[in-house]
C-alpha cells in the first residue's frame, strides 16, 4: 500500500491522555485538533490515490485528464512530506512521558496490546476482506468468501498498519536504548529558531537523497510494507518528538518561527511547478525524481524535506496559539481517530467500488466521493468504538 500515523494520542498507533508530564489537558488541546486534521489527511490522501494512480491500492481508477492529475498528484505529495512524520513525532513526544510513568514491563505490554493487535487484526482480517470486495466486485469473480480465502495467499498484509509496526519497532528500539545506556542533559536545550529547523530539514534531506539512491521511493519492505526511502524522515522526528518532550520545545517555539517558517512553506509551494518543468522539458524520467544518483533526486528529496518540515512546525505554532480549544464534536473526533485510520481503507473501497459504474470523469468522482468518505471513516469509526473492549485497545 502507498504510504500514506491522542485525551487518547496518536492517529495509528496508542491512546494516551494528556495529562500526563508532557503538559496537562487544557494545554495540548490542540494536539487533538491537529490529530484530527491529520487524521482527514489520511482519509483523503489514499482517496486521492485511488483516483490519480494506476496503482498503490486496493482499488483505482486513474483519472485521464492531465489538468486534474497534476493537483492531485501535488496533494498526495504535499501530504507525504510531513504528515506521517509528524504522527511519528508526536507519538514520540507521549512516549517519553507515558515510558517514565509505567516503567519498563507495564509499558512494553501496554504497547504490545495497543500496537500488535491492531496489526494482526488488519492482516488477518480487514486487509483480506477489502481485497476479496475488489475481487469480487471490481474483477468481477463472483464466489464466496471463504472459496477466496482458500487461495488467499497475502496474510502478512500490513496495509496502512506499517505506521504502527514501525512504531512498535521505534519504540522498543527506544526502551532498549534507554535501559542499556545512560544518557542526560547537563541543561535543557532550547526550543530551535527557524534557522536550526531548516538547516536540520536541509540535512534531513541530504541524508534521505543518499539513502534513496539504494531505497527510492516506491521500494517497498515486503511483507511489512516499509517505504525505507521515507525513513530518514520517519527516524528523524520521532527522535526529535523525544528531544521537544525532554526539552520542552512545544512551549518554547515562538509565533516569529511559525511566520518564517509558513512563509517557507508558501515559497516551497510556489517551486513545485518547476518540478514539472524539469520533467517535461527536459525529458526526465519520473523515476529520477524518487531515487538514485541523480541531481533531480537530491533537488526533490531536501524539496520535499524543506517544505515538510516547514508545514509540520507552522502547524504545530499555529495550533499552540489559535487552535488550543474543544468542543464535544471535536473530542469524539479525536477520540475516534484510531480507528478511523484502521478502518478507513474498508470505507474508502466500499465508496470507489459503489461509484465505479458511474459513467464520469473519475476526477469528478473524487470531488463527490472523497466528502462521503471522511464522513463515512468517522461514523464506523465512533460505531467500532461502541464494540465491547474495542476502547482498551483503540
Not at 13 to 31: A, E, F, H, M, R
Not at 309 to 322: E, F, M, N, Y
Request: proline share 4%; hydrophobic share 50%; glycine share 6%.
Amino acid at each position: 500500500m502507498s504510504s500514506i500515523t491522542l485525551s487518547q494520542f496518536i492517529m495509528s498507533t496508542v491512546p494516551v491522555t494528556l495529562n500526563q508530564d508532557s503538559g496537562s489537558s487544557n494545554k495540548l488541546l490542540y494536539i487533538e485538533n491537529i490529530k484530527v486534521l491529520l487524521t482527514i489527511l489520511v482519509v483523503l490522501h489514499h482517496t486521492f490515490i485511488a483516483y490519480s494512480s494506476s496503482d498503490g491500492w486496493y482499488y483505482n481508477e486513474q483519472t485521464t485528464v492531465i489538468g486534474a492529475r497534476i493537483p492531485m498528484i501535488m496533494f498526495v505529495s504535499l501530504n507525504q512530506s510531513f504528515f506521517m512524520g509528524y504522527f511519528f513525532m508526536l507519538a514520540a513526544y507521549f512516549t517519553y512521558s507515558s515510558y517514565s510513568k509505567k516503567g519498563t514491563a507495564k509499558f512494553i505490554k501496554d504497547r504490545l496490546v495497543r500496537l500488535g493487535i491492531p496489526i494482526l487484526f488488519y492482516s488477518f482480517i480487514l486487509s483480506p476482506f477489502v481485497s476479496y470486495l475488489v475481487y469480487y466486485f471490481a474483477n468481477e469473480h463472483h464466489i464466496n468468501y471463504f472459496e477466496y480465502l482458500s487461495g488467499y495467499d497475502h496474510w502478512i498484509e500490513l496495509g496502512v498498519t506499517w505506521f504502527v509496526a514501525a512504531l512498535l519497532l521505534f519504540t522498543l528500539i527506544y526502551v532498549a536504548t534507554k535501559k542499556a545506556f545512560i544518557i542526560s542533559f547537563k541543561k535543557n536545550l532550547a526550543a530551535p529558531n527557524s534557522r536550526s529547523i531548516l538547516l536540520f530539514a536541509a540535512t534531513l534531506g541530504i541524508i534521505s537523497f543518499l539513502v534513496r539512491i539504494i531505497f527510492p521511493v516506491g521500494w517497498v519492505l515486503e511483507p511489512i510494507g516499509f517505504q525505507l526511502g521515507h525513513f530518514s524522515q520517519y527516524i528523524a522526528l520521532f527522535i526529535i518528538g523525544l528531544l521537544a518532550a525532554k526539552n520542552n520545545w512545544l512551549d518554547g517555539l515562538s509565533d516569529k518561527t511559525g511566520k518564517q517558517l509558513k512563509t517557507s512553506a508558501w515559497l516551497c509551494l510556489l517551486f513545485y511547478p518547476v518540478f514539472f518543468i524539469i520533467k517535461f522539458k527536459l525529458d526526465t524520467p519520473s523515476p529520477w525524481f524518487s531515487g538514485g544518483l541523480h541531481w533531480q533526486a537530491l533537488l526533490y528529496a531536501v524539496w520535499e524535506q524543506w517544505i515538510g518540515v516547514s508545514i509540520l512546525t507552522a502547524l504545530l505554532i499555529k495550533g499552540k496559539r489559535s487552535w488550543n480549544t474543544s468542543s464535544a464534536m471535536l473530542a469524539k473526533l479525536s477520540r475516534s481517530s484510531f480507528a478511523v485510520y484502521i478502518f478507513h481503507p474498508l470505507v474508502v473501497v466500499g465508496f470507489t467500488l459503489a461509484a465505479r459504474n458511474w459513467a464520469i470523469e473519475p476526477a469528478i468522482k473524487l470531488l463527490v466521493v472523497a466528502p462521503l468518505v471522511v464522513l463515512g471513516s468517522f461514523v464506523l469509526g465512533s460505531f467500532i468504538l461502541l464494540i465491547p473492549g474495542v476502547k482498551k485497545i483503540i
